[in-house]
C-alpha cells in the first residue's frame, strides 16, 4: 500500500520561508515521477513543481526562482524549499507520485500572512 506524508506546513509571514517534506513508503521511490500540487480556498488544485527519475524538474510560473524541489531517494522523500513566500501562496500543498498509477498525500497547509 503506497501511503505519502507530507511535513512542515505551517504559518509565515511573506517574504518567509517553509521547506515542505513528503515521505513515501509501498513504492519503489526512485523509479516514480514526483511533485506537488497546491490547493487554495474555493480554488481547484493545481500544479507546482515535479522532478523526475533523472531529476528534471518543472515548475509553474507561479513558483519559479521561489520554490526549489528535490528528492532523496536513498530517504524516498521529495522536498519542495519556499523561499520569498507570498500571501497567494496559501493553499493546502499535496505532494504525489507517479508509478503505475497517481497516488497523493493528504496535504499539509501553508499559510503566508501579509
Known amino acids: 500500500q503506497v501511503q505519502l506524508v507530507e511535513s512542515g506546513g505551517g504559518k509565515v509571514q511573506a517574504g518567509g520561508s517553509l521547506r515542505l517534506s513528503c515521505a513515501a513508503s509501498g513504492i519503489i521511490f526512485s523509479l516514480a515521477t514526483v511533485g506537488w500540487y497546491r490547493q487554495a480556498p474555493g480554488q ?22 521561489r520554490f526549489t524541489i528535490s528528492r532523496d531517494n536513498a ?24 508509478r503505475m498509477g497517481r497516488y497523493w498525500g493528504r496535504g499539509t497547509q501553508v499559510i503566508v500572512s501579509s
Open 75 to 98: 530517504r524516498s522523500t521529495v522536498y519542495l524549499q519556499m523561499n520569498s513566500l507570498k500571501p497567494e501562496d496559501t493553499a493546502v500543498y499535496y505532494c504525489y507520485v507517479d
Open 44 to 65: 481547484q488544485r493545481e500544479f507546482v513543481t515535479s522532478i523526475l527519475t533523472g531529476m528534471s524538474t518543472n515548475y509553474a510560473d507561479s513558483v519559479k526562482g
